[in-house]
């Protein structure tokens, strides 16, 4: 039974519950939203297994996922990105924020999210039950897409994407 860290709206721990439960709750919880570029500053993306019990299918940024209890979220990330992608790269933290979106399933996303940036150009080796695809991806093709095609991409990758352009044209409100 995978849990979750339950946090005040400051990331302070405020304990553990199970993963599911705290979705079905809406219950604000730390995760980690992973990005990694190629050397030419393309997105890697991940489409989602059809297996997932939220958002199967769909597309998103490269990892994505929750540190486990006692475990720091930079490890986790790192853990994640091996375990769900196949390879390491060095990850830059770059920014937290809060969300909440309701999801498939009767579930929510409520998560306090740490966004971490990486580089990598080597062999991706996908975990078939964690990642359906996988393409690198040129951001303007990505944006383009994404206000095409919003039902491709899941929730959260909407709302960092808009929330990258809003850091990169100066407003972080």
Known sequence: MEQVIL???????LGVMEKILAHQKALLH????IFVFNERGQ???????LSKYHSP??????CC????PNEETYDAANRRLKEEMGFECELAYQF???YKAELDQGLTEHEFDHVFFGMYNGTINPNAEE????KFVDVQDVLFDMDTN???YTIWFKIIFNKLSQIKNGNTN
């Not at 890697?44 to 297994?49: G, K, P, T, V």
């Not at 990642?131 to 996988?134: E, R």
């Open 7 to 13: 946090v005040d709206e400051l990331d302070n721990e």
């Open 43 to 49: 997105l890697l993306l991940q489409q989602r297994a």
């Open 57 to 62: 299918g769909l597309w998103t940024n490269t």
């Open 150 to 152: 919003p039902d491709k």
């Open 30 to 33: 730390r995760a980690f939203s």
């Open 96 to 98: 937290n924020f809060i």
């Open 131 to 134: 990642v359906l695809d996988y």
């Open 65 to 68: 996922s929750h540190p486990r």
